[in-house]
């Protein structure tokens, strides 16, 4: 499975992004998909997940009720809508999947097999 994340750049707090996550190879109803970040200096951060099976979401605590996980089957892609961006939300976006993971493990980065590049996501003040 390989994975293309884009949308990425730079925007003014209170602004809004789009990230997309294209999914190509053997993927299935089974698999979860998720956002992770990671900001200079800081650890890897679960933003948001969801499964591609019934499509039940998951958010960090830092992004609910601003960002917005979302799956087009047909196109084997996932969106993050950020929304009311904060400085903080400043850091490189991973998208991630995972083959039969479950509910419980869909917040912990070490669940995901594989792993996009990155799109890198700046908020200025």
């Known amino acids: 499975v390989q994975l293309q994340a884009s949308g990425g750049g730079l925007v003014q707090a209170g602004g809004s992004l789009r990230l997309s996550c294209v999914a190509s190879?053997?993927?299935?109803?089974?698999?979860?998909m998720g956002w992770f970040r990671q900001a200079p200096g800081k650890e890897r951060e679960f933003v948001a997940a969801?499964?591609?099976?019934?499509?039940?979401?998951y958010y960090g605590d830092s992004v609910k009720g601003r960002f917005g996980i979302s799956g087009d089957n047909a196109k084997s892609t996932v969106y993050l809508q950020m929304n009311s961006l904060k400085p903080e939300d400043t850091a490189v976006y991973y998208c991630?999947?995972?083959?039969?993971?479950?509910?419980?493990?869909?917040?912990?980065?070490?669940?995901?097999?594989?792993w996009g590049q990155g799109t890198e996501v700046t908020v200025s003040s």
């Open positions: 991630a999947a995972a083959p039969r993971i479950i509910s419980s493990s869909m917040r912990s980065g070490v669940n995901y097999h594989y």
């Open positions: 190879g053997r993927t299935d109803s089974r698999f979860g």
């Open positions: 969801i499964r591609w099976s019934g499509g039940s979401t």
